[in-house]
């Protein structure tokens, strides 16, 4: 025979366990939804401020944003883009001291 105890305890173990699975689910669900499109906008929308990389609107050299790894373009040639690691909108045109090559 069991203790009542017992059985209550297991009982509340189970609803915890269960209670901890749900939460679990509710707090990955947009993930699960919508991460793949989440991922992608955040890998083209930098954290560094323009300033702190010496950004600006015109090329240096051959070098400029349209050519450069970070680039997200806009949706022509000539209209603005973002960038993986500057924030804000990017000229294609422009340069910062955060210009990589496109491999």
Known sequence: ????????????????KRLLGISVAVAAAPALLF???????DKCHGSTPKKAL????????K???????HFCPGPSAKAM???KVVKGPI???GWCAAWAAKS
């Open 35 to 41: 991460g793949n499109q989440a991922q992608a906008d």
């Open 54 to 61: 010496n950004y600006q609107d015109k090329p240096s050299g």
């Open 1 to 16: 025979m069991t203790d009542s105890n017992d059985t209550t305890n297991v009982d509340r173990r189970t609803a915890l």
């Open 63 to 69: 070098h400029m944003c349209s050519n450069c790894m």
């Open 81 to 83: 883009g973002t960038c």
């Open 91 to 93: 000229s294609p045109h």
